[in-house]
């Protein structure tokens, strides 16, 4: 029977992905720069049946910025089946093509009023205030995970250079994983904001820690969409949320590209 790895590299060849990057609302533009080939995930088994808006189904296997990579155009969300371990058999793809690092991107609501909507943030830790676990009944002990270094300082360094070498400024913070689908409530914001959190959103967390047990190095860069609830007058919304996107998109756009040229 064919693997998913046969499936995979049927189409888009054996050379070795160097690194694997999630692409998050509205910010799907990047992946159709790929010079390579567009895979749907219908076509890979274990891939997520994604349901939610503004995403775009395709793993994108080629170069960009003569970089060897593979982009996923879209999650699975916990809130669309409440499985935290959506994104697992994509992360084991990942790896079994040789990639070492994971950059995840997420649309974010900020607790920071420093940080606006249109900005990004890179993340320099994070807050699992789901409480859920991806490896939850994964029987090995590699289950135990360190997360102590789980946004990877060295990745971090190289987004940091490759912001200012672009002009992009790309503030860090702590971001906390709220299981969504219903956004938060202003009292909930608050409560994040005591525990340290700079921003919220509804991913990137169980893609992290499964990164991590896989032994890739782990970078996550939020674009705000909109200040988090409470925080000001202006209604949140999904559709709010892909409006906005698109602002900080940009930016990210120009960030990665550079960071992936001076690998
Ligand atoms: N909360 C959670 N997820 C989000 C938000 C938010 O305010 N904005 C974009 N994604």
């Keep these: 029977m064919k693997t998913l790895l046969d499936i995979v590299q049927s189409r888009a060849g054996t050379a070795p ?17 790929v010079d390579g080939v567009a895979i749907p995930y219908a076509d890979l088994p274990g891939f997520p049946h994604v349901g939610v808006s503004g995403h775009n189904p395709h793993l994108h296997i080629g170069l960009l910025e003569g970089v060897r990579v593979a982009v996923f155009g879209a999650r699975e969300h916990y809130y669309e089946n409440g499985n935290p371990a959506a994104m697992r058999p994509a992360l084991e793809l990942l790896r079994a093509l040789g990639a070492g690092s994971l950059i995840t991107t ?8 420093d940080i606006r909507p249109g900005d990004l943030m890179l ?6 205030f789901s409480g859920l676990n991806p490896l939850i009944g994964e029987k090995t ?15 971090r360094a190289a987004l940091r250079d490759a912001a200012q070498a672009v002009g992009v400024a790309l503030p860090e ?19 994040i904001k005591i525990l340290g959190g700079d921003a919220v959103g509804m991913s990137t967390v169980p893609e992290v820690i499964l990164a991590r047990f896989l032994g890739l190095r782990a970078a996550a860069i939020s674009t ?3 200040m988090a609830a409470g925080m000001s007058d202006e209604a949140i919304s999904h559709e709010h949320t892909k409006a906005m996107a698109p602002l900080g998109a940009a930016k990210l756009e120009k960030v990665l590209r550079r960071f992936l040229r001076d690998l």
Excluded: C, K
């Design 173 to 191: 913070g702590v971001y906390a994983w709220y299981s969504g689908p219903s956004f938060e409530t202003p009292a909930e914001i608050r409560a």
């Design 106 to 113: 997420n649309a974010a609501g900020s607790l920071r009023p």
């Design 224 to 226: 705000i969409t909109n």
């Design 123 to 128: 993340l320099n830790d994070h807050i699992n």
């Design 17 to 33: 992905v160097r690194l694997g990057l999630i692409l998050g609302s509205g910010l799907g533009h990047l992946a159709h720069a």
């Design 141 to 155: 002990d590699a289950r135990f995970v360190p997360m102590t270094t789980a946004h990877d300082p060295d990745l």
